[in-house]
């Protein structure tokens, strides 16, 4: 495996502006911010990205986002946040670490969606979704 970028910022071989530390994730300023504020937060273990990541350690990160987006608009001055994640190069995902972007949103027209919302069939909506509860309901997502 080439060396991770996230890894050694996470062992202290990079520098990074650290925002949180402890033994199990790590927020830093995302180096190439989209707004002002932007942030990430990682596991200090590596995971490629949601599909690899254990259940501990995604709690962990979330636990974390949430009492940083809390204190954003104070902090930054902004009005909301975005919480943003890609899984795989397809999905724009450029670090092959699990990351998840915390954005601070200071209006609409700053960012663009990172998708064009198209309509389709509400068949197919609800087909998709009686197959995705079916697998839910078989024990698919559980492990």
Same mark, same amino acid.
């Given at each position: 495996?080439? &060396?991770?970028? /996230?890894?050694?910022?996470?062992?202290? =071989?990079?520098? *990074?502006?650290?925002?949180?530390?402890?033994?199990?994730?790590?927020?830093?300023?995302?180096?190439?911010?989209? $707004? &002002? +504020?932007?942030? !990430?937060?990682?596991?200090?273990?590596? /995971?490629? =990205?949601? /599909? #690899?990541?254990?259940? *501990?350690? !995604?709690?962990?990160?979330?636990?974390? *986002?949430?009492?940083?987006?809390?204190?954003?608009? %104070? $902090?930054?001055?902004?009005? +909301?946040? =975005?919480?943003?994640?890609?899984?795989?190069?397809?999905?724009?995902?450029?670090?092959?670490?699990?990351?998840?972007?915390?954005?601070?949103?200071?209006?609409?027209?700053?960012?663009?969606?990172?998708?064009?919302?198209?309509? $389709? #069939?509400?068949?197919?909506?609800? %087909?998709?979704? @009686? *197959? @995705?509860?079916? &697998?839910?309901? %078989? +024990?698919?997502? =559980? +492990?």
């Amino acid at each position: 495996m080439e &060396k991770c970028i /996230f890894c050694e910022i996470a062992n202290h =071989n990079l520098p *990074a502006n650290i925002v949180f530390e402890d033994n199990d994730v790590m927020a830093f300023a995302d180096i190439n911010p989209a $707004t &002002k +504020g932007h942030l !990430l937060v990682i596991p200090k273990r590596h /995971f490629i =990205n949601i /599909f #690899d990541v254990d259940d *501990a350690a !995604l709690n962990r990160i979330l636990q974390l *986002a949430k009492r940083i987006a809390r204190i954003m608009p %104070e $902090t930054v001055g902004c009005s +909301g946040i =975005n919480l943003f994640h890609s899984a795989g190069e397809v999905a724009w995902q450029e670090v092959m670490h699990f990351h998840l972007h915390i954005i601070p949103r200071y209006n609409r027209k700053e960012l663009q969606r990172p998708f064009v919302p198209h309509s $389709t #069939d509400r068949d197919e909506l609800k %087909e998709i979704a @009686l *197959a @995705l509860n079916k &697998k839910i309901k %078989e +024990g698919f997502c =559980n +492990g």
